[in-house]
């Protein structure tokens, strides 16, 4: 199967209620796990899969979080360059529109995806130490495998602040949402770390003038969300 054919920009943009929305996001992860090939292709966001998992899989969080699973809002991603990156329609209200971001280290995520294609696994606390060029290749030593609780949430906290204030200075014209993923699948073992996560974020936050009226931080794993205090 090409990988290319499992998502179209028409059947992305297709408005979905959350159940729905839901359904068709683990239809298509299951899609993508059939095999190795497909499953490396979706990993490394290749093609129309850096929009599914960075767009649509946060939208599909934030209308978990926001709206019960039998709400009759639907939710139209919008797909390509553009203002805003969907369109959120509720049943008695006037639609509004989202932007939306995926808080990432983007250079060592390159690197990790390329050292999980090479090795077939690759640590997601550690600190991966790249050495030569893209002409000459790379070579990859991972340290510090573990690290402390601190260590872990400092990795995981950082983008997460850096693309709010990135986003929040800037005027989005009509939007009046905006959202942040991020992957925190291996973040949280105890409900305790979740909390502390969130008040790590909700301090960091503080003082910070944001132009949206609602700013939310999803977890794609559905264990993490928290809406932002906005002015």
């Given at each position: 199967?090409?990988?290319?054919n499992?998502?179209?920009?028409?059947?992305?943009?297709?408005?979905?209620?959350?159940?729905?929305?839901?359904?068709?996001?683990h239809?298509?992860?299951?899609?993508?796990?059939k095999?190795?090939k497909?499953?490396?292709?979706?990993?490394?966001k290749?093609g129309l899969?850096?929009?599914?998992?960075?767009?649509?899989?946060?939208?599909?969080?934030?209308?978990?979080?926001?709206?019960?699973?039998?709400?009759?809002?639907?939710?139209?991603?919008?797909?390509?360059?553009?203002?805003f990156d969907?369109?959120?329609?509720e049943?008695?209200?006037?639609?509004?529109?989202?932007?939306?971001?995926?808080a990432?280290?983007?250079?060592?995520?390159?690197?990790?995806?390329?050292?999980?294609?090479?090795?077939?696994?690759?640590?997601?606390?550690?600190?991966?130490?790249?050495?030569?060029?893209?002409?000459?290749?790379?070579?990859?030593?991972?340290?510090n495998?573990?690290?402390?609780?601190?260590?872990?949430?400092?990795k995981?906290?950082?983008?997460?602040?850096?693309?709010?204030k990135?986003?929040?200075?800037?005027?989005?014209?009509?939007?009046?949402?905006?959202i942040?993923?991020?992957?925190?699948?291996?973040?949280?073992s105890?409900?305790?770390?979740?909390?502390?996560?969130?008040?790590?974020?909700?301090?960091?936050v503080?003082?910070?003038?944001?132009?949206?009226?609602?700013?939310?931080?999803?977890?794609?794993?559905?264990?993490?969300?928290?809406?932002?205090p906005?002015?």
């Open positions: 199967m090409n990988p290319n499992i998502l179209s920009i028409a059947d992305m943009e297709k408005p979905r209620t959350v159940s729905e929305l839901d359904e068709w996001v239809k298509i992860q299951d899609r993508f796990a095999n190795k497909l499953y490396n292709f979706a990993r490394q290749k899969a850096k929009q599914f998992y960075e767009e649509i899989w946060p939208l599909l969080r934030y209308a978990q979080a926001k709206y019960s699973t039998e709400a009759l809002t639907k939710l139209a991603p919008v797909i390509g360059s553009q203002r969907a369109i959120v329609m049943p008695y209200s006037p639609e509004y529109k989202v932007e939306i971001t995926f990432k280290d983007g250079y060592e995520e390159f690197h990790k995806m390329k050292l999980l294609e090479q090795d077939g696994h690759v640590s997601v606390y550690g600190d991966l130490e790249v050495t030569g060029t893209k002409n000459m290749g790379y070579s990859y030593s991972m340290k495998e573990t690290g402390s609780l601190d260590e872990v949430f400092g995981y906290h950082s983008p997460i602040i850096r693309a709010y990135a986003k929040a200075i800037r005027k989005y014209e009509e939007v009046e949402t905006l942040i993923g991020f992957d925190d699948h291996m973040l949280f105890h409900d305790e770390d979740s909390a502390m996560f969130k008040s790590m974020i909700l301090d960091s503080k003082g910070v003038d944001c132009s949206f009226a609602n700013v939310w931080i999803v977890g794609m794993s559905g264990k993490f969300d928290v809406r932002l906005t002015n």
